[in-house]
């Protein structure tokens, strides 16, 4: 009777597209509000590390996105996109890692989804259901 259920090309299509979905709005609002990037290129300056590189944000949550939403090198995007989690949990949010809300959920709910879901994505690939599967 599950039978049908079985079908990992469709689940790794439904996990492409959730993770790599619910991110890029993130990167757009990133992209046209330049001023959020401001605000993380002096928190990598407060970290000791170079402003510039609070431009990776974009390959973190527009180029990696994109990549897996379509299926190009997902492994790849899936790592872009899960260091690019380490990094925001890192400048942002390092204070909430032990807290839970007052409905008793993490704090760090989206995030870890971000991130676990993308480290699936690196381990899992894009599945037949790709541009390119890999």
């Known amino acids: 009777m599950f039978h049908a259920l079985h079908n990992d090309a ?3 299509l439904i996990l492409r597209l959730t993770v790599a979905g619910l991110l890029l709005p993130h990167g ?3 992209l046209l509000n330049p001023g959020s990037l401001t605000w993380i290129g002096d928190t990598l300056s407060a970290q000791g590390l170079p402003s510039f590189l609070a431009y990776g944000v974009l390959i973190g949550e527009l180029v990696a996105p994109l990549m897996a939403i379509i299926g190009i ?3 790849l995007a899936g790592l872009l996109m899960a260091a ?3 990094v925001a949990i890192f400048l942002a949010h390092m204070h909430q890692l032990t807290e839970f809300t007052s409905n008793g959920g993490w704090a760090l709910e989206l995030q870890g989804l971000f991130l676990f879901g993308a480290v699936a994505l690196v381990f899992l690939g894009s599945g037949r259901m790709a541009w390119r599967p890999d």
């Open 10 to 12: 469709l689940g790794k």
């Open 28 to 30: 757009l609002t990133k």
């Open 73 to 75: 090198q997902t492994r």
């Open 84 to 86: 690019n989690m380490v």
